[in-house]
């Protein structure tokens, strides 16, 4: 199985910071990536896919990015409805596989 | 409304079936295959395998062969997932999601459907 490695499993920023989340998979899954949003309380929602598309009504400060094993997800201004625990899965090869989540707190 | 309807609960004892149902609602049944991934308490997210609504063909994960059947009943445009031999591993919310017409990642999830396992 692809394993899938967020990092870190937590942060807390403040309202207007550029947050980076990493996700690194155990083999290329270029570009099979996907990102989501799980509110508390919620089910997940799609923000990302194919590593740096935005889903449609996703907020533009959202914006993926590829280099091969190394993914990453950016919120260029964090504001507080971003307060989400954020997942990426891969979709390259079965089975389905999703990172271990990173926590998006804020100051 | 663009919607996967799933029911809110169910407890089980261990070494029980269960078999939760998603209702599709706002698009055709057979357009898009269903996926089923679960979440445990505070804890991350795992694909379990999907069914195609159209020709009821499956695919599981691993883990979960042999435990797991997804079928689907296409007159109430609903979707099963129904998990055998349930232990408290098995306690967690199932989710239904759909795939994107892109294939592999999920554009749509239900609500989710709470599953404890307790005696």
């Known amino acids: 199985d692809i394993q899938m490695t967020q990092s870190p499993s937590t942060l807390s920023a403040s309202v207007g910071d550029r947050v980076v989340i990493t996700c690194r998979a155990s083999q290329s899954v270029s570009p099979w990536l996907a990102w989501y949003q799980q509110k508390p309380g919620k089910a997940p929602n799609l923000l990302i896919y194919k590593a740096s598309t935005l889903e449609n009504g996703v907020p533009s400060r959202f914006s993926g990015s590829d280099s091969g094993t190394e993914f990453t997800l950016t919120i260029s201004s964090l504001q507080p409805d971003d307060l989400a625990t954020y997942y990426c899965q891969q979709y390259e090869d079965y089975p389905r596989t999703f990172g271990q989540g990173t926590k998006v707190e804020i100051k | 409304q663009v919607q996967l309807v799933q029911s809110g609960a169910e407890v089980m004892k261990p070494g029980a079936s269960v078999k939760v149902p998603c209702k599709i609602s706002?698009?055709?049944?057979?357009?898009?295959?269903i996926n089923w991934v679960r979440q445990a308490p505070g804890l991350g997210l795992e694909w379990m395998g999907w069914?195609?609504?159209?020709?009821?063909?499956?695919n599981s994960a691993q883990k979960f062969q042999g435990r797991v059947t997804m079928t689907r009943d296409t007159a109430i445009s609903t979707v099963y997932m129904e998990l055998r031999a349930l232990t408290s591993d098995d306690t967690a919310i199932y989710y239904c999601?759909?795939?994107?017409?892109?294939?592999?990642?999920?554009?749509?999830w239900g609500r989710g459907t709470l599953v404890t396992v307790s005696s």
């Open positions: 706002g698009y055709p049944f057979t357009a898009n295959y």
């Open positions: 069914i195609n609504p159209k020709t009821g063909s499956t």
């Open positions: 999601v759909r795939e994107s017409d892109e294939i592999g990642f999920f554009d749509l």
